[in-house]
């Protein structure tokens, strides 16, 4: 259960983290003392933290979201999937240098584990160690053969904040498919790259599933999550653009 719960969360819909949800709670069920229902309910919260989908107060669903991961790392200290998960979780809770030491203790455990670079490098852009994360991510991005969408949709995010935006928006479009919640970066990715149309358009894309998330809801989610202050201008900025209200 969990592993098809793992398959489908990938897709980074609200109906897929739903019925990762039930997948993961089956996990437990037909298995409570198994880390892996628990680290995938921790995952899924995340999820819904990340996208605003709770449907709890957000410091609820932190809780909960904590509680599992932690069962998690009771049951299973040495996996490291279980400390990316909770790295995951302090990332929402915008403790990122505990975020970090958290993915370098995963990456301790598994050090040939590319997913563990590519979170590790978004951490640190959050920090403001822009140059750091993308030649982590870059690495990454261009040694690993099968190369997951969200390494994409990462790498372009820490290029935009380089400066680099033609080569941001470029490298976001080579994921093969680009869902409803990453539209809205496609937007501003190019606006910035001068693509207008391309901008309002992924705007568009990005409201039929997201229809009351606001400007001012993702410039208060963005800072939240540490984006610098310098940054934020630029992502409001091209979001108005586009046509964000």
């Not at 098809?4 to 897929?16: E, F, G, K, P």
């Not at 995952?43 to 996208?51: E, K, Q, S």
């Not at 009771?74 to 490291?80: F, I, P």
Request: overall charge neutral; proline content about 3%.
């Amino acid at each position: 259960y969990h592993l098809q719960a793992r398959r489908i969360i990938r897709l980074h819909t609200r109906r897929a983290t739903d019925n990762a949800e039930y997948l993961n709670n089956c996990a437990i069920s037909l298995d409570p003392d198994s880390p892996y229902g628990h680290m995938g309910m921790g995952y899924v919260l995340r999820n819904h933290l990340a996208h605003n989908w709770h449907t709890e107060t957000r410091e609820r669903t932190i809780r909960q979201a904590v509680r599992y991961s932690e069962k998690a790392l009771e049951l299973s200290l040495y996996d490291y999937s279980c400390h990316f998960v909770r790295a995951q979780l302090l990332m929402q809770e915008y403790r990122l240098k505990e975020a970090t030491l958290r993915f370098e203790r995963a990456i301790e455990l598994n050090p040939v584990s590319p997913n563990l670079h590519v979170a590790r490098a978004e951490a640190l852009f959050r920090l403001g160690d822009i140059a750091t994360a993308r030649e982590a991510c870059e690495d990454v991005v261009e040694n690993f053969v099968r190369t997951p969408d969200w390494f994409y949709w990462t790498l372009s995010r820490i290029l935009w904040a380089d400066g680099d935006t033609e080569k941001a928006l470029l490298t976001m479009q080579r994921m093969a498919i680009i869902p409803p919640a990453a539209k809205l970066q496609l937007a501003v990715l190019a606006n910035d790259a001068g693509k207008p149309d391309q901008a309002r358009n992924a705007l568009a894309e990005f409201r039929k599933e997201h229809s009351h998330h606001l400007r001012l809801d993702e410039i208060a989610t963005q800072k939240r999550l540490g984006m610098q202050d310098r940054l934020l201008e630029r992502w409001e900025a091209a979001l108005a653009n586009a046509g964000m209200h």
